[in-house]
């Protein structure tokens, strides 16, 4: 007899759902493993398409040379004795090798644990980038260094989360970290749905309506997740709807958790952080948001620095009574800290090649050249989008997805009900079958009832592959017409 | 209002104590800065020595060179387009270069995340090395990369626990990453008391009385944790002892967790892995251990590697249930990977240079050079402990720690229960600021009622800090004789 068996285990963690790598991702890399041995046998395609979730170094992204370059340093210091070599043999500029000798100092090895709650010189240069980037300053003591975002999110949410009554509205579409780390607490997610007829804004109509309807079932709200820009939705909140969520969330007393990793990855309009709209709103309505804790989340993984096996992240917890985050404090040491080498690229990230410095030029041509193509391709997608039957989209705003909506014939409704699976699971793993591109159905990130939706990202190079997907759908809406 | 106080945060949380970097630590890392401000003041000591945690490279070692020259190559892969000018102008060998490639070849990015379950050449290495090691194949599939030992241990007791009935015995004394996480997951830890007469063995009937004694107050106990080398006791386990766990808990269907980071740091007999000693119980007496699950820990932060910042280890799994292990693949993916750069040190780890190859007599060299020191200053510790007035030790066998006992006086006791705090806590807060050496009380670690210890890493070099901590006694002796 087995000690435990999949009756015996914990039921919050087999609860929780996360679809992001879930079957279908699961079932992408036996394709790929299977193309990889040469067995391709009547797979229709030749290659797998990973746009189940934003890696796009997997993708064969290039690393900024830059963070690359200071990183081999770091990691083998010796190189340091060899300056000439570095120079003139291996075109190092001068500010690649001063830059790696800065934060040698700052963390000794980065071999060594640092500080639970990460290196005190990288966390103030983060409290310097929020500041330049706000016009408000930022305290280094408030920034805690994480394992990309998504341990911050664990973090937070231990701590908010008192008891199987304690809720956190939680935005649907969401991306399903935060309903999955919910439901591994025995917490309760109470949605909110985002309204896809305003680019999948915030109705604060709706957020009332989520709230209204957890507190009459006896549900302790504690804190509102945001995600901006949008995941899945690909969405770019105003300023107004921020505004919004901050007057709500003071007036009934919630932790705001503003998950801003894709910070940098805009397409229209301008990033505005939940920092600075609660500093001005604390400036322009004295006295009545001081109480409010907002914590702010970003990451190495996205924007243009796309350096996700690195796990690297921040969160900046402004507001937070000091008890309490020495309790965040004691759970992150049980885990003793973030990834050293993840902390410098944070301090990379907020702190990149400056103009004049060295390094400049080629920084900023690659960056440049990432945000360029992450745009084209997001429009290539989304003009494709436009083509093809039943598929709707908003434009591309933010983050590195699209969410677009499909109306699926009812037969296709019928012959997914008979496999006893959701239509849009259905439509994906179709997808996958037939062209290699690995999706995830927008049942993974929550929708509203009798529709579907799936979440890609356009990460991937060149067109071809987008190509598939319009062939896959003419063929699928001809095949249940 | 505040929406979190400490009154209403996660009582879990709360409840969850972790020495290790608790008050002392907190305290040393102030004196640290003083220090490095330039404010000596009145503070007796010019440096901090962070006793407190096994982090050597906090403590000037120096990283194993083939690690960090393949590292800086990962990071940098447009390095391995000047092969000539690393090998003539850098020193690198022509296996460091191979092994890059390998790893990149495996891993594509380390900007990449892997598979949730860590990349599969790493875990195919791991496996290969387990086989080396033991005698009896491994399979990949059960290997699960992690974010140093620590973050295995979480993903573990997080499937095993069902609910506050559900019980995990714990050596105590224990390392209190398994009592916090416990804590946090509303279980319960079941203690079971080791021999401090025996070296810190496991005794079968300390065992049973903590079995017995939780199963009468109505607790499921459902895994034994068992840490071997001893953390904090320093102990190795002879493989009677193995056994005899082992017999236990297929006798009371038991998930045993094997927690074996120190596994190469052993200065007496030989390390034996639990692994090893199932698999030949499994042959001496079939069909009795089939069913038994061993879940056995790994990690890059100590042994001879001690690249603790990187956050790298892995677990196998032996013997759990399929949809067992999918809830763990499930419940890991929500973070999504480990960091990469950490799975490429624990390949490294696994699959050293060998005799022959280029790099071998440099890192045998470093390799050897760390153990003979570690076992050096631990020798040099030990014999100024038999000398100090009131302290007993155990002879060092394994790990990074000796864990002696001190017969406190009367009045020290007296006094430390006027301020408010343990014996043991008392004496190593007099010590740190007395010295500037950091240590970790044993009630830290949990010990038998009545008896006093401390806990301290025999990492930093020299012997004048241990010249600090005999002087400190002497005089503390003196003091409340």
Same mark, same amino acid.
């Given at each position: 007899m087995k000690a435990l068996t999949i009756n015996n285990i914990n039921p919050h963690v087999k609860a929780a759902k996360y679809a992001v790598r879930g079957e279908l991702a699961v079932k992408s890399e036996e394709y790929r493993a299977r193309l990889a041995r040469g067995e391709?046998?009547? !797979?229709?395609?030749d290659t797998i398409i990973p746009?189940?979730?934003?890696?796009p170094q997997q993708l064969d992204q290039k690393p900024l040379t830059f963070f690359r370059q200071v990183a081999s340093l770091i990691e083998n210091p010796l190189l340091l004795e060899h300056e000439d070599v570095l120079r003139?043999? !291996?075109?190092?500029k001068q500010d690649v090798i001063d830059r790696a000798r800065k934060l040698l100092k700052d963390v000794g090895s980065v071999g060594a644990y640092s500080q639970s709650q990460g290196s005190p010189a990288v966390r103030e240069e983060v409290a310097k980038y929020i500041e330049r980037r706000d016009g408000f300053p930022a305290d280094p003591a408030n920034i805690f260094l994480s394992a990309g975002a998504s341990s911050g999110v664990n973090a937070l949410l231990h701590i908010i989360c008192e008891n199987e009554k304690s809720g956190v509205l939680v935005p649907i579409p969401q991306y399903p970290l935060y309903t999955a780390t919910l439901s591994v607490l025995n917490a309760q997610a109470v949605p909110y749905y985002l309204d896809e007829s305003t680019h999948w804004g915030t109705s604060l109509e709706d957020i009332k309506a989520g709230y209204d309807k957890a507190v009459a079932e006896g549900i302790d709200v504690r804190a509102i997740v945001v995600i901006n820009p949008g995941n899945p939705t690909g969405a770019s909140l105003s300023s107004e709807d921020i505004h919004s969520v901050l007057r709500f969330a003071a007036e009934k007393n919630l932790v705001v958790m503003a998950d801003e990793v894709y910070q940098t990855n805009v397409f229209s309009g301008k990033f505005i952080s939940f920092k600075k709209a609660l500093r001005e709103l604390q400036q322009e309505e004295p006295g009545k948001y001081d109480e409010l804790e907002l914590a702010s989340l970003h990451s190495i993984s996205k924007g243009m620095v796309g350096e996700c096996g690195h796990r690297g992240g921040y969160y900046e917890m402004v507001g937070f009574d000091p008890e309490v985050k020495a309790e965040i404090y004691k759970f992150v040491s049980i885990q003793l800290c973030a990834p050293v080498i993840g902390q410098c690229f944070v301090e990379m990230m907020v702190n990149p090649p400056k103009e004049g410095e060295p390094s400049y030029a080629l920084y900023k041509e690659e960056h440049d050249g990432i945000y360029k193509s992450y745009h084209e391709r997001a429009m290539a997608l989304f003009e494709a989008f436009k083509k093809m039957e039943g598929v709707e989209c908003a434009s591309p705003a933010g983050s590195m997805y699209l969410f677009p909506t499909i109306t699926l014939p009812e037969k296709a409704i019928q012959q997914a009900e008979k496999e006893g699976r959701k239509p849009d699971e259905f439509y994906t793993l179709r997808m996958l079958d037939a062209t290699g591109v690995c999706t995830v159905p927008g049942s993974g990130f929550g929708q509203r009832d009798g529709t579907w939706h799936f979440r890609t990202t356009f990460l991937a190079p060149g067109t071809e592959w987008i190509g598939r997907i319009v062939e896959f759908h003419r063929k699928f809406m001809d095949e249940f017409r």
């Open positions: 391709k046998g009547d !797979l229709p395609f746009a189940n979730i934003g890696n003139n043999g !291996l075109g190092y």
